[in-house]
């Protein structure tokens, strides 16, 4: 890649700045519960009902000051866990005229301009639609709005400063008619999985309900849904994800 394509991307990502907050910010507060818990040990260890009691007791029984700072080696160590998952987690968002690709721990994400038709910020995700409806991109995101849809813009992109489906949303019930063939059972099994906050299960039972021309926004673990141009008609035949898979298409 030579330096004028480098030029004619726009990446967006929390900087610096969020490195900083990460890398010195959670260590710092880590030291700090350490040094704190280090202090309150003889205190916590008189009350019967607090958890780790025979921890408590036993870091109660260390001598100073290697007690003090164990706790707070230990505090630091954890701090640094969270910034590590932290920075892996991070969404950074690289913008061109041709294409978006979006970067999350080891995952990387490409979507091509001409298949999608806009793009906005909704509920902390930023989604990709295509001329359908249908979603080709949602990932959960605290990037700035702002610096996001000006990366687009810059580009020729469509933004749009929110849903541009919002009226069109539904509140689901079950039995509910209109859906098709299929989605009331997968509702039903995603609103289980959300109130047992099994995210990967609910994440995956969206995709599904995708497959079928269904797309969902969920509010205090209500599901909303619409359906897509393409969406499956009741009582049509829909291949699933898997069998789709079997025939590579």
Do not use: C
């Not at 954890?78 to 913008?95: D, F, K, N, Q």
């Not at 970067?103 to 298949?115: I, K, L």
């Not at 020729?156 to 539904?170: F, I, N, T, V």
């Not at 099994?198 to 995708?210: I, P, W």
């Amino acid at each position: 890649m030579d330096a004028a394509d480098y030029r004619a991307r726009t990446v967006v990502s929390g900087g610096p700045l969020e490195l900083a907050v990460l890398w010195g910010g959670f260590p710092l507060l880590g030291a700090g519960a350490g040094w704190l818990l280090a202090a309150a040990t003889g205190w916590l260890a008189r009350l019967p009902w607090v958890p780790f009691g025979d921890l408590i007791e036993w870091l109660d029984r260390l001598p100073e000051p290697q007690a003090t700072a164990g706790t707070i080696g230990v505090g630091v160590l954890a701090g640094l866990v969270i910034a590590g998952i932290g920075t892996a987690e991070r969404l950074i968002v690289t913008v061109d005229a041709a294409q978006v690709r979006l970067r999350r721990s080891a995952e990387n994400r490409t979507v091509v301009r001409v298949d999608t038709r806009v793009v906005f910020l909704a509920d902390k995700h930023l989604v990709l639609l295509d001329a359908d409806g249908a979603e080709l991109v949602r990932e959960p995101t605290d990037l700035s709005a702002a610096a996001l849809a000006a990366a687009f813009r810059e580009h020729g992109w469509g933004w749009a400063d929110d849903d541009p489906h919002r009226s069109a949303y539904r509140l689901w019930v079950p039995d509910l008619p209109g859906l098709p063939a299929g989605a009331d059972a997968l509702l039903r099994a995603r609103e289980r999985a959300i109130q047992r906050d099994r995210r990967d299960d609910a994440r995956e039972l969206r995709r599904e309900l995708g497959l079928i021309g269904v797309v969902l926004r969920d509010e205090d673990k209500r599901q909303y849904w619409r359906l897509t141009g393409r969406a499956v008609a009741p009582g049509s035949k829909q291949p699933t994800s898997a069998e789709r898979d079997a025939d590579g298409r």
